[in-house]
């Protein structure tokens, strides 16, 4: 991979990620509801950014590990959001937001990791299980009380169709 090209990808992803940390902050404070949800239509707009460049490189190098969780990382980011947005209940936000505070962390981390194999390797090693334990967390937030129905999702298959867990 290209350094240049590697290098430009970590500096703007460091610079959005920068921006989803504050768009967390928003949705963390339970600001207005028009806030809320102008922070959350920002998080998936450019949380898809770092996820379309991410793909975009990993094809030109498939086995580079740093760029493939960035992508499925994102791109879980990416759904969830568009699936709050549809729900319309600014009060899950808070628990939206309290998996993304986690998510934006990881990605920082494999960003940093992004031209160092091994520290991508030992990176890897724990996040996706924390990932997966995190999105059931939210599964049982969402899938529980007055939200049981209008917000349920299917934790299992949105990670297996993003290639994440077993």
Same mark, same amino acid.
């Given at each position: $991979? ?24 928003? $949705?963390?404070?339970? %600001? ?11 998080? /998936? ?10 793909? $975009?490189?990993?094809? =030109? ?9 960035? #992508? %499925?990382? /994102? &791109?879980?980011?990416?759904?969830? #959001?568009? %699936?709050?947005? #549809?729900? #319309? ?10 998996? +993304? ?19 991508? %390797? ?9 990932? &997966?334990?995190?999105?059931? +967390? ?5 899938? /529980?009380?007055?939200?049981? =129905? ?17």
């Amino acid at each position: $991979m290209d350094k240049k090209i590697l290098g430009d990808f970590k500096d703007e992803s460091t610079r959005i990620l920068k921006e989803l940390g504050s768009l967390v902050e928003t $949705m963390e404070e339970g %600001q207005t509801s028009q806030a809320s949800l102008k922070a959350l239509s920002e998080f /998936s707009q450019r949380v898809d950014r770092i996820m379309g460049a991410a793909k $975009m490189l990993s094809v =030109g190098d498939p086995s580079h590990l740093g760029l493939k969780r960035i #992508g %499925q990382i /994102s &791109e879980l980011c990416k759904t969830l #959001g568009y %699936q709050a947005a #549809g729900t #319309g209940a600014t009060p899950l936000l808070p628990i939206f937001a309290a998996f +993304w505070a986690d998510a934006v962390d990881v990605l920082k981390d494999f960003v940093d990791a992004l031209e160092d194999d091994a520290k991508t %390797q030992e990176v890897s090693k724990d996040v996706m299980q924390m990932i &997966e334990r995190r999105m059931e +967390w939210l599964a049982t937030r969402l899938n /529980s009380g007055t939200t049981k =129905g209008a917000h349920a999702f299917d934790v299992k298959t949105m990670l297996k169709n993003l290639g994440i867990g077993g």
